[in-house]
């Protein structure tokens, strides 16, 4: 059974940074694409940025220049640096993997909340 395990979020001034992880166990087939999407209160689920197997990203235009995102393989990890953050990235991040065969998998979100 595929789990994922989100970590990091939390309560941040505005300016400051967050590092989320999501850690994926009971894979079987490779991950493909690993993500991070995020659902602000009264708006719909959006991408923040995805990576593939071979390391290349995707960034909502939004978050340009702010945010990395980075994977470890090895152990089925994806990170989310988040720098410079404002209050309207204030969100629930989710995690989803993609696996090679077409199956995809949500994580249950980690708050973060960015105010002064």
């Known amino acids: 059974q595929v789990q994922l395990v989100e970590s990091g979020g939390g309560l941040v001034q505005p300016g400051g940074s967050l590092r989320l992880s999501c850690a994926a166990s009971?894979?079987?087939?490779?991950?493909?694409?690993m993500g991070w999407y995020r659902q602000a209160p009264g708006k719909q689920r959006e991408l923040v940025a995805d990576?593939?197997?071979?390391?290349?990203?995707n960034y909502a235009d939004s978050v340009k220049g702010r945010f990395t995102i980075s994977r470890d393989n090895a152990k089925n990890t994806v990170y989310l640096q988040m720098n410079s953050l404002k209050p309207e990235d204030t969100a629930l991040y989710y995690c989803?993997?993609?696996?090679?065969?077409?199956?995809?998998?949500w994580g249950k979100g980690t708050l973060v909340t960015v105010s002064s």
């Open positions: 009971g894979i079987i087939f490779s991950i493909n694409v």
């Open positions: 990576i593939t197997r071979g390391g290349s990203a």
């Open positions: 989803k993997v993609t696996q090679s065969i077409g199956m995809s998998y």
